[in-house]
């Protein structure tokens, strides 16, 4: 019994460093092609090696991480393809949240999106990138949940080591201001309540972030020599 409690909490632990180190990738701590070292991990958050090694693997999985014999794990460089693949299985995925919330939405949940949008303006304005990619995946996050469909929402945040602007916005020609300007439209389509308008704004969004992203996301390897 003492052995199974041990396992339980070794897992929940590993879960938790996990979900520290998704925060960290996809907030830009981590950029891509960075090493994670299992010990200074393991330092950092005052744990032993086992359930960083656990959780280094749950991302492998999740095809975030590589890890390699003798060179411990890195952070994986998705290609080109595989990013703008993800992009239209979201902008997909984001048609559906509309379709499904915007009848649900409220004054409240209005406001709290035009919060996010003006967040975004401001931290353009600043020139600070990371906090406008922050504020960008909390607009889509609440967005989606509009939907109020857990199913939908879990398939939404298993694209998340591709398809969130954290990724994107740490690639070369990256441009926090041109992200922050991609939100009004959608904004404009929310404050109609009708659900077509915000689905069309939607796609435009990530077709214009789409072509965006084909230009500037290197591909691995490119630029060597």
């Known amino acids: 019994m003492a052995a199974q409690r041990e396992q339980v909490s070794r897992s929940v632990l590993a879960d938790q460093v996990r979900d520290r180190l998704l ?10 092609d960075s090493r994670i070292i299992e ?16 959780a280094l693997r749950a991302l492998e999985a999740l095809g975030l991480v590589e890890i390699s014999p003798f060179r411990g794990a890195r952070v ?8 703008l693949e993800a992009y ?22 209005l406001a709290d999106l035009e919060a996010l949008g003006e967040a975004m303006r401001r931290a353009a304005s600043a020139g600070d990138g990371r906090e406008v990619a922050v504020a ?7 967005l ?7 199913t939908l929402e879990r ?12 990724m994107t916005l740490v690639a070369p020609g990256a441009d926090a201001h041109r992200t922050a300007e991609l939100h009004p439209r959608i904004l ?18 990530f077709a214009e972030a789409g072509a965006h992203l084909a230009e500037s996301w290197p591909e691995p390897g490119a630029g060597a020599g």
């Open 23 to 32: 925060q960290d990738i996809v907030g830009g701590v981590y950029p891509p």
């Open 144 to 150: 989606l949940h509009l939907a109020g469909n857990a």
């Open 76 to 83: 994986r460089r998705p290609g080109r393809a595989e990013l």
């Open 39 to 54: 010990t200074q991990l393991a330092r950092e958050l005052g744990t032993s090696q086992a359930p960083v090694r656990e």
């Open 155 to 166: 398939v939404w945040r298993s694209l998340e080591p591709f398809s969130r602007t954290y």
């Open 136 to 142: 960008d995946a909390a607009f889509h996050a609440r």
């Open 188 to 205: 404009a389509a929310l404050r109609t309540r009708s659900p077509e308008p915000v689905v069309a704004a939607l796609r435009l969004h």
């Open 88 to 109: 239209v299985v979201r902008a997909e995925l984001e048609a559906l949240g509309a379709r499904l919330g915007v009848p649900r939405m409220s004054d409240a949940d």
